[in-house]
């Protein structure tokens, strides 16, 4: 596949592009043995498995060689940005110096870029027109936050950024599903048989849902 255009500030990607990407993924995480990843790892140490033109030399067999958490993660875009915008393209393999520093974007780009998805996301959900239109402010501030340098990436204040966009898209969550359904924010629901209840416009945020069982038609509600 040809590769994508080159990410430039303000206009932040919020897909991967592991084509643009250095690898970031399978270097700067810390990896614990675990049913997610066959191996330990520490943080800042490329996977074994990463080759030298930083591509997975067992992509097609992650599940069955034990690492279905690669399979899974997503970064939202933030690491061709590190490697294309934030560091030009320099390769930390070229300059290992650059890893350090690379990490840190990372770290600060991947919650950015996650909110920009969000934010995005919102927009495309049609809200009412006020809240629209600061949906977009708080997306164009977000990303130029992304298009910082190293050191301005590091003075970014992540969790004050978030409680004032966190406001913004719980509020287009509402609107999108008015008349809302059932709230089960912060519900503990682990191993719940949900298959007769309703969860259509329910308000599921930061419920825990693993091992649920829920209806998975869209068609027809059971009777
Ligand atoms: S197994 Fe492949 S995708 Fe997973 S961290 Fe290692 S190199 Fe990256």
Redesign the pocket.
Known sequence: MPPSPAPTPGSAQVRADCGRCF?L???VPA?ARSSD??ID?PAGQ??????TDH?????TE?RQ?G?P???V?DCFGAGQQVAQVTFGGRNWRDAPGTLPAMAEAFAVLRPLHELLWYLTEAVALRPPAELRVELERARAETVALTAGDPAQLRAVDLTAHRDRVNPLLSRASDAARSPGGADHRGAHLLGADLRRVDLRRANLRGALLVGATCWASTSAWPT
């Open positions: 690898g993924c399978c270097v990896f990843f066959a790892k490329p996977c074994p498995n990463l080759r591509r997975c030399g067992i992509h992650l060689r690492f958490g690669c399979t993660f």
